[in-house]
């Protein structure tokens, strides 16, 4: 079913991804998720569900990959940042760590090192 709508690169390269457990799902006490994916080159952070329903564009990924083959060049529905992601969450293939409020927030400010 992926293949109809996704490379077959991008579904190996994801796959790759969660059999090197590079999804990381931070949870808070209070029930909020934040996703990171160790990549090739790099951590970046995914939001896999913005929930806008008046763009395109349902999730998002801070990899060079996602900024122009999705958002630019329209090539692709999502990176395989995001697609290791979706299928890590199903799947139950995240590694979970728990994250406190504030080390949160400085995550996101960009303080804190995965």
Known sequence: ???AVLPDTMIIAALDIIDR???MKYKTPWGRHHYEVVGTTS???????LGAASTAV???CTCPSF????????NHLMCKHVLAVYLA???S???VRPIEDDDLLLKFAGYVSP
């Open 1 to 3: 079913m992926l293949r």
């Open 21 to 23: 457990e590079g999804v």
């Open 43 to 49: 951590t970046y952070t995914v939001f896999p569900h």
């Open 58 to 60: 349902s999730s998002y």
């Open 67 to 74: 900024a122009y083959a999705v958002l630019i060049s329209e």
């Open 89 to 91: 969450d199903r799947w």
């Open 93 to 95: 293939r995240c590694v």
